[in-house]
């Protein structure tokens, strides 16, 4: 995925083991070097952190100047509040695509399917056209429901907070539906996979 959209940790990097004199032991058991020891190691960070799965959602509006359909995908979604109904996701401070969602007076979260790896590759791809080959309906905010999508959200951002170097963005839910069947796109170490949904 590239860095200009929401970024996808990508945990493949790793560091290697620390050196016999960098380790703690407790019950004769060799530990990593703990928090106190010296500088997180952000390729240590992804790897971990990418232990945990996430979905992969595409965030899309239409430009209001070009009239023209832009996104970005990202998979640092999630549900916050109930009453009011918020989301939120993260955004790349540097992103180039997210002004151009911004910009819009509603934006729309697709959930991503299982098989919809190469539309989530597209979203990500830095210039180009991003909605080029691809198929959708506009949501009652005039944004686009990619075909095949689990479910879209039309929701209206309340709040930016910069968080290092990322944007946390939270965001008023105004209306949402489900849309096709099946399982979801899964993000996990680097790499992308399903789940099988239930019957």
């Known amino acids: 995925m590239s860095t200009h959209a929401a970024r996808l940790i990508a945990p493949d990097g790793c560091r290697g083991l620390p050196t016999p004199h960098q380790r703690r032991v407790r019950n004769g058991a060799a530990m990593p070097p703990g928090p106190s020891q010296g ?10 952190l990418g232990r945990f799965a996430t979905g992969v959602v595409a965030i899309t509006a239409v430009e209001p100047v070009s ?9 640092s979604f999630t549900s916050v509040s109930l009453d009011p109904p918020l989301v939120a996701f993260c955004v790349a401070h540097t992103s180039t695509s997210w002004p151009r969602v911004r910009g819009a007076k509603v934006v729309t979260v697709n959930v991503l399917a299982g098989h919809q790896q190469s539309v989530c590759a597209q979203l990500a791809a830095k210039g180009g056209d991003k909605f080029a080959g691809l198929t959708w309906t ?8 990619l075909d095949g999508a689990l479910a879209w959200i039309d929701c209206a ?5 910069l968080a290092g170097d990322h944007m946390i963005v939270v965001a008023r ?20 996979g399903g789940f099988v949904a239930p019957a």
């Open 67 to 75: 009239e023209e359909p832009c996104g970005l995908a990202a998979n």
């Open 173 to 192: 839910v105004l209306q949402l539906d489900t849309h096709a069947d099946g399982g979801p796109l899964v993000f996990f170490r680097g790499g992308y």
């Open 39 to 48: 500088h997180l190691d952000t390729l240590r960070f992804r790897q971990v």
């Open 138 to 145: 506009g949501s009652p905010g005039g944004n686009p429901v």
């Open 157 to 161: 951002v309340e709040a930016e907070h």
